[in-house]
């Protein structure tokens, strides 16, 4: 069965997309720990990071660099922290989180409840940000 992501990339099912090329997606998570918590993936399906090729590795951080550039700019935070991790959804991701103190990207916080309507705007912000 499809991953839940491969499901986003197929827009099977809805997610508010910051950015997209031929192999990579970028998108809100639904459940952030800030504001403009994004998930990066290759579009290929492949459950642990580091089992894609190195191609693929190399090009999903360079995309992710991207888009931690739109929301260093949109966000305004010290930093933006990458993690890793989870066992969650087997589709390779990295998580973008914006962060101005270490505790922002613990992910034993609780998660923030952010409307569709601010998710969607933070991802207009995204895009614009990436546009220019
Ligand atoms: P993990 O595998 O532990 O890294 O967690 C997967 C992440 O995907 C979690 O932060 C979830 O909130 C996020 N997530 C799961 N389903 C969706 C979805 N449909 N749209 C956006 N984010 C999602």
């Known amino acids: 069965m499809a991953s839940i992501f491969s499901r986003i990339v197929k827009r099977e099912i809805p997610a508010h ?4 090329d031929d192999r990579f997606l970028a998108f809100l998570d639904i459940n952030p720990l800030t504001k403009g918590h994004t998930l990066v993936i290759p579009k290929a399906e492949v459950d642990y990071i580091y089992d894609l090729d190195d191609e693929t590795l190399s090009g999903l951080h360079l995309f992710a660099k991207k888009i931690a550039g739109a929301l260093k700019k949109v ?12 066992l969650e ?3 390779a991701h990295i998580h973008l989180i914006p962060m101005n103190q270490m505790s922002d990207a613990n992910f034993s916080n609780p998660k923030l409840k952010l409307s569709g309507e601010e998710l969607s705007s933070i991802a207009t912000s995204l895009r614009q940000a990436l546009s220019q």
């Open 17 to 20: 997309i910051v950015a997209e």
């Open 75 to 86: 966000t305004a935070c010290n930093r933006v922290a990458v993690a890793v991790l989870g």
């Open 89 to 91: 959804v087997p589709h």
